[in-house]
């Protein structure tokens, strides 16, 4: 059964950092693209950052310079550094992975990230 299990949400003030991880289980990680989306209230998720098997990352234009989307294969992880955060950053964050050969998506349930002003 694969499983995604994100942590690392919380509440941090305006200009803080946060580190967000998602550790998958009952899978082949090395093999899949990894995505992280997040989804505010009374919006649509949005994808934030992406990182490919051969570790190819993309942001969305609203936090480049700002996150960061890694991957640990050995640890079957993958991690979203999140520095400079803003108000607008609030949202639930959700960890997906995504394999281009089935085109399968796998989710997290996702976990809360606030930031005050």
């Known amino acids: 059964q694969v499983q995604l299990v994100e942590s690392g949400g919380g509440l941090v003030q305006a200009g803080g950092s946060l580190r967000l991880s998602c550790e998958a289980s009952?899978?082949?990680?090395?093999?899949?693209?990894m995505r992280w989306y997040r989804q505010a209230p009374g919006k649509q998720r949005e994808l934030v950052a992406s990182?490919?098997?051969?570790?190819?990352?993309n942001y969305a234009d609203s936090v480049k310079g700002r996150f960061t989307i890694s991957r640990d294969n050995a640890k079957n992880t993958a991690y979203l550094q999140m520095d400079s955060l803003k108000p607008e950053d609030t949202a639930v964050y959700y960890c997906?992975?995504?394999?281009?050969?089935?085109?399968?998506?796998?989710w997290g349930r996702g976990t809360q990230v606030t930031v005050s002003s």
């Open positions: 997906n992975m995504y394999t281009e050969y089935t085109g399968t998506n796998w």
């Open positions: 009952g899978i082949i990680f090395i093999t899949k693209t």
């Open positions: 990182i490919t098997r051969s570790s190819s990352t």
